[in-house]
């Protein structure tokens, strides 16, 4: 397990995740990737700009976004990864939360599991366990296609914080080690855009409970509200969002732009870097 993780994550520094939806309607760039051939060549591609880890979706999460079968994803995402599993050698990840999806893709080659409902489907737990990937938990209030309407929150750092631990503890008693755990506060899965920015600001909540945290906000609609871009144009927003995750010590970044956001984060990493030296002269 150890050498898994030290191939994913690496103390000191933020990789990054390159999004390879293999869906028809992702709010970003569905049905761009649909094709294994094509979505390997944009895999091949984002390696090249400095992709650490290539996250494959198969179902889009969007708000207001339908469901797929089991057997539907697993047709759309099991021969991409196959394929990058063969000529690839960074991290892939699956991005689901249907446990025969996580068992067929970490036998196809897949050493992460990104869950947007930490787990929590019938099965997940179980069949996450019977692998050796690591695990990113992340929260969503709600589900997908509500959960914009009208999310609210007691104090949303500590809500979250506090359920993501929680699925920790249930993840240990399940036999996961917790040197397997990722987390993730969940950007625009039931939040608000005060929310958003509250937990952006605040990813030191997570810091403390020493775990990695990985930070998602690419091309989200948090970026487009601040900005006034659509979808296609918030490139320049979200490597900024990218980079103060990064300045809070973000494990992992989850984005649409590598080489951009890569740019950004070798710029973040030698500031932080020579601020160090200056500490310890």
């Not at 520094?13 to 028809?24: D, F, Q």
């Not at 469901?67 to 990840?93: F, G, K, N, Y």
């Not at 997908?144 to 240990?172: E, K, S």
């Not at 494990?251 to 080489?259: G, K, P, Q, S, T």
């Amino acid at each position: 397990m150890a050498s898994t993780c030290k191939a994913i994550l690496t103390p000191g520094k933020t990789r990054i995740m390159g999004v390879l939806n293999v869906t028809p309607d992702s709010f970003s760039d569905g049905g761009q990737f649909l094709d294994p051939a094509t979505a390997v060549a944009r895999a091949r591609a984002m390696v090249a700009e400095g992709a650490h880890i290539i996250d494959v979706g198969g179902e889009s999460t969007r708000p207001g976004a339908s469901p797929v079968s089991a057997e539907q994803e697993m047709a759309r995402v099991v021969p991409v990864i196959e394929a990058l599993a063969q000529e690839l050698e960074v991290a892939i990840s699956i991005d689901t939360s249907k446990p025969q999806v996580i068992a067929a893709a970490v036998h196809a080659g897949a050493s992460m599991v990104n869950d947007v409902r930490a787990l929590q489907e019938p099965g997940a737990l179980e069949a996450a366990a019977a692998t050796d990937a690591l695990i990113c938990l992340m929260h969503m209030q709600g589900q997908p296609r509500t959960m914009q309407a009208n999310p609210r929150y007691n104090a949303v750092l500590t809500d979250v914080r506090d359920f993501l631990l929680g699925r920790v503890q249930v993840c240990i008693d399940a036999g996961i080690a917790r040197e397997r755990l990722i987390l993730d506060p969940g950007f625009g899965f039931g939040k608000s855009l005060e929310h958003n920015l509250e937990l952006l600001a605040n990813l030191d909540v997570l810091q403390a409970t020493g775990l990695p945290v990985l930070v998602g906000v690419s091309r989200k609609a948090m970026i487009g509200t601040i900005t006034g871009r659509d979808a296609g144009e918030r490139v320049h927003g979200s490597v900024a969002a990218a980079v103060i995750a990064a300045m809070q010590g973000a494990a992992i970044v989850r984005v649409h732009d590598v080489a951009a956001t890569a740019d950004g984060i070798k710029m973040c990493e030698a500031v932080m870097a020579h601020a160090q030296g200056d500490e310890q002269e």
